[in-house]
């Protein structure tokens, strides 16, 4: 009788665990209308076929938009698995300048992306989507330029601290704000890591110590070996042999 519930007690939590799981098995489920539908300003003066505006916790994203009836969201894990990507305030703006929501029911979840279906085959599609740390990347879902505005006092200048790919890009600074620009993405995706401007200067306080610290080091190594070499001459060790080697006389001492 014991085992009989014990089965049945393991059988009830596979029961749990299957229907906990299995919006990651089937799919992430329905997308909720409250974020789909936020109301998010976006800048829709761009010129970038891609051009995102990132700051602390969040970015905006505003995508050109030729020929296509829809566009799959999505990002890669740190193993390069496939998610949807987590969207809110979808917005579309019309050739014409007409804006309009993106309702939920034009963005469906999948286990590996969001596909939105756009209102038009042309015009702009922008969301927002929470972030963090000093990177950022994101698939390329559109050809052509790409612009990315850092958030304020975030650089990229010094090579060993920062890391932007693909290589061939460009950048402008401006109200503490550098934008990396590229011209013509061909890679799969793009990425920027950052530091700040207060980063730079710590750690060149940090390497002006180490540098410090690395002279007075070597002083007091110098300074020791000028101690031994007197206390050698004080007790008589620092015997030259140099003259002696041509007089034929008897070693110091025996004379």
């Known amino acids: 009788m ?3 519930r014990l089965l049945v007690g393991v059988g009830l ?3 749990v665990a299957a229907l906990a799981g299995c919006s990651t098995i089937l799919g992430p489920g329905e ?4 974020k789909i539908e936020q109301n998010v300003s976006y800048d829709w003066n761009t010129t970038a076929n891609a051009t995102f505006n990132v700051t602390r916790n969040e970015y905006t994203a505003v995508y050109a938009i030729e020929n296509r009836s829809e566009i799959d969201l999505y990002q890669r894990d740190a ?20 804006v309009t929501n993106v309702s939920a029911e034009n963005v469906e979840l999948q286990r590996k992306k969001a596909i939105v279906s756009l209102p038009a085959d042309d015009g702009k599609l922008a969301f927002r989507s929470p972030r963090s740390g000093k990177q950022f990347g994101l698939p390329t879902f559109v050809s052509g330029t790409y612009e990315v505005t850092l958030p304020p006092g975030a650089r990229v200048g010094v090579p060993i601290l920062a890391q932007v790919s693909p290589r061939d890009y460009e950048t402008t600074l401006e109200n ?6 590229w011209n013509d993405v061909q890679s799969r995706s793009i990425s920027v890591r950052w530091y700040l401007a207060r980063d730079l200067l710590l750690f060149g306080a940090l390497f002006a110590l180490m540098l410090v610290l690395g002279a007075i080091g070597v002083l007091y ?4 070996i000028r101690e031994l070499e007197q206390r050698r001459e004080e007790v008589g060790l620092d015997v030259d042999t140099g003259d002696d080697s041509n007089d ?3 070693p110091p001492g025996m004379g």
């Not at 997308?31 to 409250?34: M, S, V, Y």
């Not at 193993?79 to 007409?98: A, C, I, Q, S």
């Not at 503490?176 to 620009?181: F, I, K, L, N, Y």
């Open 2 to 4: 014991t085992r009989r």
């Open 13 to 15: 939590l596979a029961v």
């Open 31 to 34: 997308p909720d209308p409250a």
């Open 79 to 98: 193993l390069g698995t496939r998610h949807p990507l987590d969207v809110e305030g979808v917005k579309f703006r019309y050739p014409n300048g007409t």
């Open 176 to 181: 503490d704000r550098v934008t990396v620009a």
């Open 221 to 224: 190594y110098l300074r020791q």
């Open 248 to 250: 034929g006389g008897p």
